[in-house]
């Protein structure tokens, strides 16, 4: 019993030893990012000023987004990095924050190596306007209208799918598929929708009658018309996600056919079906 007491007893003294040099080693990683840059709530920089998002927002952000650790995650106008680095660390996404003050991005730098996510989370020290985030399977950001405004053609030639978060502030006349309310700031969620407009020409959509297919969009906002046999007829609910399309008209039976599809630049593929049952693929090719 004796010995048994003496090896618990060490087991304590060891972890006791390990808390505290881990304790020491984060007080130390805090005084080393305070000795990098202190940054003052409303302090200038580029075509901004610095005002943190709550940490709360910054969930409800992630969240909307549904980061995952197969995303790469750019925040534009890092600031300090807490969102750069709460993507790495919380859900184990790959990150990258661009921002302009050098004092700033090193701070974040520091930020996420006392946060231990530095081989995940990369700080960036360039102009949002310059950098290359074309990758990004979620985007994320705290800047002013304006500035969204000049960022939102940029966003809407990305990969279709791509998440975009913004917190406060708007994307102008593009509808946000998400507002996301709660305490403090609002953040609004989109996904960049597929280009869709236009004709297209569907082969397998109603049995073996050829459709064409006329589209109307406005953002992830679509409407338009499907002629088969010579009749051309509304789309019953149109929805577009991303690069997903769906809808509803009715067939050469009289029957109720479901349709969804997935758009790849002039292509399209999917399968219709009645009654939820989807069974019969399809494919389609842009005319225009």
Known sequence: ?????????????VAGVACVAAFGA?????????????PQVGQSGKDVIWVPTPDELVSRMLKAAKV???????????????????????????SVGIE???????????????????????????DIFK??????????MYLLPELNLRLRPTILKMKPGTRIVTNSFTMGDWEPDQVLTGPGNTGYFWVVPAQVEGSW?????????????????????????????????????????????????????NNLRSVRATIDGAAMKGETGTNAYMSAPFQGRRAN
């Open 131 to 140: 950098e290359d985030f074309s990758k990004a399977t979620v985007v994320t």
């Open 201 to 253: 020409t569907l082969d397998g959509v109603d049995g073996n009658t050829a459709a064409t297919l006329t589209l109307s969009q406005r953002f992830q906002r679509v409407g338009g018309t499907i002629a088969l046999g010579g009749k051309s007829q509304p789309l019953l609910e149109p929805r577009l996600e991303g690069a997903d399309l769906r809808f509803a008209f009715i067939d050469g039976s």
């Open 26 to 38: 984060s007080a130390q990683a805090t005084r080393s990012c305070d000795e990098v840059f202190q």
């Open 68 to 94: 995952t650790k197969d995303d790469l995650v750019f925040d534009l106008g890092a600031g300090d990095g807490k969102i750069a680095i709460a993507a790495a660390r919380d859900y184990g996404a790959r």
């Open 1 to 13: 019993m004796a010995s048994r007491s003496i090896s618990y007893s060490i087991r304590w003294m």
């Open 100 to 126: 302009y003050k050098k004092e700033m991005a090193e701070l974040a730098r520091c930020g996420a190596q006392r946060a231990g996510v530095a081989d995940r989370a990369t700080i960036i020290h360039g």
